[in-house]
Nanobody
Framework: QVQLVESGGGLVQPGGSLRLSCAAS????????MSWYRQAPGKERELVATITSAGGSTNYANSVKGRFTISRDNAKNTMYLQMDSLKPEDTAVYYCKTTWGVWGQGTQVTVSS
């Protein structure tokens, strides 16, 4: 069955970096656009970034533009989110999602000194 597994979250100081991974299985990964979302405590889940099937086009939320980079390796069935210059307001559970609504279990990112 379709499965998405996120990894790479953790505790990082403000200004630091993390790289999240989303390993996909059960479908032809290279055919589909993919997205990263996040949900902070007490807030609604929000779209962070999207990437087209071949990786040729990306889009970002204004709050992360210039700091986060979405990418993918279709040979490895994996999508990434490189997060630089992290801020406390980036603290959230980060999820990957297929275009038809399958979610991963999420990975916690905490930015704190």
């Amino acid at each position: 069955q379709v499965q998405l597994v996120e990894s790479g979250g953790g505790l990082v100081q403000p200004g630091g970096s993390l790289r999240l991974s989303c390993a996909a299985s059960g479908f032809t990964f290279s055919r589909y656009s993919m997205s990263w979302y996040r949900q902070a405590p007490g807030k609604e889940r929000e779209l962070v970034a999207t990437i087209t099937s071949a990786g040729g086009s990306t889009n970002y939320a204004n709050s992360v533009k210039g700091r986060f980079t979405i990418s993918r390796d279709n040979a490895k069935n994996t999508m990434y989110l490189q997060m630089d210059s992290l801020k406390p307001e980036d603290t959230a559970v980060y999820y990957c999602k297929t275009t038809w609504g399958v979610w991963g279990q999420g990975t916690q990112v905490t930015v704190s000194s």
